[in-house]
C-alpha cells in the first residue's frame, strides 16, 4: 500500500473580513480551498460559534477583566435574534485530487456593533484540522462610519440590550475637547472617538505630533440612490486654539470608499507641560 498526506491550499490567510455592512442587511464573500494531493478529500466546516462546548468556555473570565491585555476570544458579539452571524456553504462534502472547492460565507448582523467575529475550521476526515480562518465584520446603523483613535469599549458585549450613554456626559471628565462630526443627511452626532496624540519637544523646530481618523462610506442598496456622502468637522475654532489641525475639514466620500484625515497638534505658547 501507499501511505498519502492530503494536502490542501486556501485562498485566504488567517483572517476573513468581511468590512463594514447596514445592520440587518447581508453581504456574501468566497473562497476557494485546492486538494494539492492525489487522495479525495473528505471534509468538513465548523464554526466555534455552533460548538457544543460554547457554553462551557463562556463561563471563563474575559481577557479585559484578567492580566492579559490581549485578546484571546475568537468569538464575538452574535445576532440578537440568535442565528450566527456568519453562516458558510457548503457545510461538508468530497473534493477530488486537483479540483477545487468555492465556500461562500455570509455575515448577516441584526444591530450595531464592531466587533462581530467567529473562527471557522476546515476539517479533514473529521478530525485533521487543515485551515483556520478568522471571521470577522462590523456593523452600522447608518452608511457612514468614522474608526481611529484608543477604544472606549471592550471588544465582548452583553446580548441585553442597554439605552446608549449621552456623549455629553462622557466629555465632563478630564481634559478633553468635544470634536464632533455631522453627518449631513442625519444631523446626529456619532460616538465619542478618543484621540492621543504624545508631543516630544526636541530643541529644533517643533514637529507636531500627528494621528489620523478614517471616515468612510458603507455601500449599501438601501442608499444606492445616493452617489457621495459628506462629512464635516465641528467645534473648530476652539481646536486651533488649542494647537490641533485637521487635514479637511469638510469633503465628500463614495459609497465603498474610505478617506484617511490626519490631525495633528503642536502645544500652543501658554501651554503648562505639567
Partial sequence: GHG????TVCSVEEVLDMG????????????????????TLQYSVQLDSLSSTRDKDQ????SFITSSLQRTEFVGTQNYNGLSVFSIFPTEGEIVPGKSQDFIVTFSPDHES????????????GKKIAHVIHLKGAARDHPMFVEGGVPLDVPIESLAVTLPTSSQKALKAGNVLPL??????????????LLMLDYIEGESSPVPAVTELKVGAIKTAQFASKKNMEFSFDSLPLLQQKGFTIESVKGTIEPGQVKCISVSWVPPADFRVS
Avoid at 463594514?20 to 487522495?39: D, H, P, W
Avoid at 464592531?114 to 476526515?125: A, E, I, Q, T, W
Fill in 4 to 7: 498519502v498526506m492530503p494536502s
Fill in 20 to 39: 463594514y455592512v447596514i445592520a440587518r442587511e447581508k453581504v456574501t464573500s468566497t473562497f476557494k480551498i485546492q486538494n494539492t494531493s492525489t487522495l
Fill in 59 to 62: 463561563q471563563r473570565l474575559p
Fill in 114 to 125: 464592531l466587533y462581530y467575529s467567529d473562527r471557522l475550521k476546515f476539517v479533514l476526515f
Fill in 180 to 193: 464632533t462630526l455631522y453627518y449631513k443627511t442625519l444631523q446626529e452626532p456619532v460616538k465619542s472617538i
